[in-house]
């Protein structure tokens, strides 16, 4: 059973991960990382139920935490930039560069 | 011979002794700390000064004077200044007779050249700071005299080169005296390093500096020691001095106002090392080759001095090289032993006297000339201003070793105690007073006699009460100084009372090298009289220079002291500055450029493009997890 869980959670990771590379709206790219971070609670909560230790509900909650503050956080960035360059392309944010 | 007498602590009126340098020392900061609101009247609170300081003096002198011969030492501890292991180091005040006398002298012919200057420096601007810096040379010099300790007097050492520096250098806007201060400053430390040296070996040593503590112990020193420690004081008097080789400072520190002049070459300063190498007498008297050297250096210096006096037609520079020549005398009295140390102290207090008054009777001359010094300018000013002439006539007399003026009496001693040591020294000592009177000889008659030289515009008058009081004061010690001293200071110094070496009397006793004195001396101001009243003198410098006046403005060795340190030295600063500029920056360079170059490089990475970010972060998460497979699956 487990290791169905970690294919399903293995495959949301690439969706993911191929989204925050290849999508260009910041919404969108930013949808792609919760997905990730999902991905990785449903890994902690499966391994949880295996070996019968609550430790990885616990980081599972943690995970969700600190995923609901960056939301937060991020989403109201995302909408100022929306507000001030009528954009939210990732790869028009070029200004912080070396 | 001088003895060291065991101190006894002060008590009565020396538990104030302090007070002699805390006057002056309080009214130089008074001066220089309030500033402007001083200036109406600081001049005379500066005069005030010295003058307290004197009649303190003098009590403490009479207090002396009534005491027993072997109690005549008053030690006085004002405070701990610091205290390290076993070594403890006081801060406190010898009075005896050696210091009393220089105590008086300082003060004494101070606080006449301070009158003199409420005169002299009547409408400068700047006369509060002068005064203000009159009066720290003043406390600094008696710091010096009084100290009970090399340590202490050290500080005033050093005091006296700092106030000399600001005195030469007082009209700091003219470049030739920034430069001619700068220059003292620097010879000064040169012999500075000596006096460093002596302190740290006795410390190494005795573990003390104590006057009273070190000199009973100097027989303890090996001769090797000893010498070594005698050079090291001979280059600090060198230097304080300007003896030869140290000598360059003192003709370019004739740029300070005249009274400083005086202040310098009479009461403070050139004093010091005289002083020190008596004070030092203990050590000397440990190592023959170091008191040779003392008699040697002050054997040339004399002749040197001499000789620059000659060549010079500053007014100015030819008193400073007679400074030189009769320092040179002290310094060789000094270095002829016990015998000769009351001689030097002698020969210092009547030169005191009569140079101080024909310095600044030269700067009654300078102000009656519009400030020129130059002495084929003058000539027949004695109808001009009779009392500068007077005054002066008998700073003349005095030097040249007229009988029964005050020269007369303290040279003639050492010339004779120069002649029971080596006949050598005693010769040239004897030629030295020959040229004495030879160039002071010139120098009267260019200026006071003769025909009239004056530039256009330049009318001749008498100076100010301020200023020709001080010169008849002066010549009055000049005229009476060696009659009043002669049968006494003998006895005073030895501490034993009137049966010392030599002189008792007020009377000269006229033996053949009297004679033989009186000859040569009479011989050079004939030479003078000759090559100066029977020739008309030129208001111009000849060129090209006689060949003796060309050699003489080069003894005060600037042209060697340039090839032989300033020179290699600049060839030497050069030479580093290169090093610096084609090796050194070019390699400091080289590693800023090298991370400049990595910047730029690693610059193109950060593009501000969020999903190359992303990429990097993906591809190093990946590597890093293969990297751990690949641990585990080893």
Not at chain 1, 15 to 36: D, H, K, Q, S, T
Not at chain 1, 78 to 86: A, E, F, G, K, L
Not at chain 2, 519 to 529: E, I, P, R, S, T
Request: aromatic share 10%.
């Amino acid at each position: 059973m487990t290791s169905i869980y970690l294919l399903l959670a293995a495959i949301l990771f690439t969706i993911g991960l191929v989204g925050f590379l290849l999508r260009r709206n910041a919404l969108v790219v930013f949808m792609c990382v919760e997905l990730m971070l999902n991905a990785a609670n449903l890994v902690f909560v499966a391994f949880s139920t295996h070996y019968g230790i609550l430790t990885g509900q616990m980081a599972a909650f943690f995970v969700m935490v600190v995923a609901a503050a960056e939301v937060v956080i991020g989403l109201s960035i995302i909408v100022m930039i929306y507000r001030t360059r009528r954009s939210t392309s990732v790869d028009n944010l070029t200004v912080l560069k070396g | 011979m001088l003895e060291t007498l065991t101190p006894t602590i002060a008590s009565g009126l020396f538990d104030y002794a302090w007070l002699l340098i805390a006057i002056p020392a309080l009214m130089a900061a008074l001066l220089l700390i309030i500033g402007r609101a001083t200036n109406r009247f600081g001049h005379w609170l500066a005069t005030c000064a010295p003058i307290a300081s004197f009649v303190l003096a003098l009590i403490l002198f009479v207090d002396l004077l009534g005491a027993d011969p072997s109690a005549r030492a008053v030690e006085l501890t004002v405070y701990t200044w610091a205290s390290a292991g076993a070594w403890q180091i006081d801060v406190g005040l010898l009075i005896d007779p050696l210091s009393i006398l220089f105590v008086l002298l300082i003060t004494g012919v101070g606080a006449i050249i301070h009158i003199y200057s409420l005169g002299y420096m009547a409408t400068d601007p700047n006369r509060r700071r002068f005064f203000a810096y009159l009066n720290l040379f003043i406390a600094a010099m008696l710091i010096l005299v009084l100290a009970d300790s090399y340590v202490v007097l050290f500080i005033g050492w050093e005091g006296v080169g700092l106030a000399s520096y600001l005195l030469i250098s007082f009209w700091q806007s003219r470049p030739s005296a920034a430069a001619a201060g700068k220059k003292a400053f620097l010879y000064n430390r040169v012999g500075d390093l000596g006096l460093l040296m002596a302190i740290f070996t006795l410390l190494a040593f005795f573990g003390s500096t104590k006057f009273a503590v070190v000199e009973p112990l100097a027989g303890e020193l090996s001769p090797a020691w000893a010498t070594f420690l005698g050079f090291m004081l001979l280059l600090a008097a060198c230097g304080k001095s300007a003896q030869v080789p140290l000598q360059g400072w003192l003709l370019d520190a004739m740029e300070g106002p005249t009274p400083v002049s005086a202040l310098i070459h009479a009461a403070t300063m050139v004093t010091a090392g005289v002083y020190l190498v008596v004070r030092s007498g203990a050590f000397f008297e440990q190592s023959t080759a170091a008191s040779l050297a003392v008699a040697i250096v002050g054997t040339v210096t004399l002749l040197v001095g001499a000789w620059i006096g000659c060549a010079q037609d500053d007014i100015k520079k030819v008193l400073a090289g007679s400074t030189m020549s009769q320092i040179g005398y002290m310094m060789l009295a000094a270095g002829i032993g016990p015998i000769g140390w009351a001689f030097a102290i002698f020969h210092l207090l009547t030169h005191g006297f009569f140079k101080a008054n024909m310095f600044l009777g030269a700067g009654s001359v300078m102000h009656a000339m519009s400030d020129d010094t130059d002495m084929r300018h003058f000539g027949a000013l004695r109808r001009a201003m009779p009392i500068t002439f007077v005054t002066f006539g008998i700073g003349y007399l005095a030097i040249i070793g007229f009988p029964f003026l005050s020269g007369f009496y303290s040279k003639d001693h050492i010339i004779e105690a120069a002649f029971e040591s080596n006949t050598a020294l005693g010769v040239l000592a004897l030629i030295g007073a020959g040229v004495t009177a030879f160039y002071m000889t010139r120098l009267i008659i260019m200026t006071f006699f003769g025909s009239k030289r004056w530039a256009k515009g330049v009318h001749p008058h008498e100076a100010p009460v301020a200023m020709w009081i001080p010169l008849v004061v002066l010549a009055l010690g000049s005229l009476i100084g060696g009659v009043a001293l002669n049968g006494w200071i003998g006895g005073w110094l030895s501490g034993v009372g009137a049966d010392s070496p030599g002189h008792a009397s007020w009377l000269p006793q006229f033996n053949w090298l009297t004679w033989v004195t009186l000859l040569v001396v009479a011989l050079g101001v004939l030479l003078g009289w000759w090559l100066y009243v029977k020739r008309p003198v030129s208001a111009k410098t000849p060129v090209p220079l006689p060949i003796g006046t060309a050699i003489g403005r080069q003894l005060t060795g600037d042209a060697v002291v340039s090839t032989v340190v300033s020179r290699p030295g600049l060839a030497l600063g050069r030479g580093v500055a290169l090093l610096d500029q084609r090796v050194i920056d070019p390699l400091t360079d080289a590693i800023g450029h090298v991370s400049t170059a990595l910047g730029s490089g690693l610059r193109r990475l950060e593009n501000g493009n969020v999903r190359t970010y992303g990429v990097t972060m993906a591809i190093g998460v990946v590597l890093m997890g293969l990297a751990l497979i690949l641990v585990w699956l080893v």
